[in-house]
């Protein structure tokens, strides 16, 4: 049984809608990340013009959380679109490789979410008092 036959009799006819929408996902995905690092870019160019040092890492700092952001957004949509991907296919390889995918996306959001808490104005605030 081909690979083809075997995703149109588990999802029917419903199959290639769902390919295209998962590949929808990836696009969206990588508009999200593009426009984190345009963002990202574009505050460090002004942060670096910026004459005061705590004027520019108060803009760096920012500019970090808000990249962090995106990427974490970035990757729960691409964790999307490996879900609809996996649960088409019904592969082991594909399983496998979004367990870990999942495992990946957990400890980088594990990093990057204390590193955006970390740079918040608020805890800065308060570990200066």
Known sequence: MSSQTELVG???EAAPWLEQ???????????VLLIGA????????????????????????DARRE????I?????????SDVI????TLDLDGILFLGGLVIIRSVISFFL???????SPAEQRQAKT
Not at 72 to 80: F, K, P, Q, R, T
Not at 85 to 88: E, L, P
């Open 21 to 31: 929408l998962a590949g929808l996902i990836d696009l969206l995905s990588i508009g």
């Open 85 to 88: 991907h996996t649960a088409i």
């Open 113 to 119: 979410e204390r590193e955006i808490r970390d740079l």
């Open 38 to 61: 345009a963002r990202f870019s574009l505050k460090m160019v002004r942060g670096e013009f910026s004459g005061d040092r705590e004027r520019r890492v108060a803009i760096m700092n």
């Open 72 to 80: 974490l957004a970035g990757l729960e949509l691409l964790i999307v």
């Open 10 to 12: 588990f999802f029917g």
């Open 67 to 70: 990249l962090g952001s995106y």
